[in-house]
Structure formats: C-alpha cells, structure tokens
C-alpha cells in the first residue's frame, strides 16, 4: 500500500529552521508531483510548495518564497522542505502530499487537508513562537 510519512516537526522561536522530511513507500512517484501542505485551527488547507519528478520545478505559495526551499532524492522517495526565518504564521501542521500519477496537486481548497484525492501523510505540528 502506498505509504507517506512526516517527520521533523517540532518548535522553534521566530527567526529559528525547521527540515522536514516526507518518506515514501509502495509507490515510485516517478509520475507524480509531491509538495506540502499545510493547516492552522480553523483555516483551509494551504497549498505551500510543490515539486516536479519530471523535471524539478518548484512552486512556492508567496508568503514562503525566499524563505523555504523544496527538494526530492534522485530515488524520488523522499521530498524535503527546508524552512528558514520561521514566523508566528508559519504555525500549522504540515502534510506531505502526492499527486495521482499524470495530475497536479490542487490549490488551497476549504475543509481538511488528507482528501481523498492523491496520497497523504499524517501530519507533522510545526509551532514558532514569538
């Protein structure tokens, strides 16, 4: 079964890095797009970054560009999201998501993170303080 698992949550005062780390297993994602999104009590699922197993290109939603950076292994098991000059607003917890293969992740949507579209992780709770 297809597997995503988080990891490298945690807290840190502004202006401190977080890495995460998302782990895939059962599925080579060769043909699919991975990212991460994220959610805070309340809000919608926020769509943060992507990358392409294609050809390598990223997005970044603009309140974290210059600030997070994206990567995948060769293997395309693995995706990283390096974060630095973490703010308040970055509170939420993360999820590594995977695309179906030939499909886009979607934008930011309403309700739950974990649709029932493409792959999802479980979660990793990302708090920074002031």
């Known amino acids: 079964e297809v597997q995503l698992v988080e990891s490298g949550g945690g807290s840190v005062q502004a202006g401190g890095s977080l890495r995460l780390s998302c782990t895939a297993s059962g599925f080579t994602f060769e043909d699919s797009d991975m990212g991460w999104y994220r959610q805070a009590p309340g809000d919608e699922c926020e769509l943060v970054s992507t990358?392409?197993?294609?050809?390598?290109?990223?997005y970044y939603v603009d309140s974290v560009k210059g600030r997070f950076t994206i990567s995948q292994d060769n293997a395309k098991t693995r995706v990283n999201l390096q974060m630095n000059s973490l703010k308040p607003v970055d509170t939420a917890v993360y999820y590594c998501?995977?695309?179906?293969?030939?499909?886009?992740?979607?934008?930011?949507?309403?309700?739950?993170?974990?649709?029932?579209?493409?792959?999802w992780g479980q979660g990793t709770q990302v708090t920074v303080s002031s």
């Open positions: 998501a995977a695309a179906t293969p030939g499909f886009a992740l979607p934008p930011t949507f309403g309700g739950s993170c974990r649709r029932d579209f493409g792959y």
């Open positions: 990358i392409s197993s294609d050809d390598g290109s990223t």
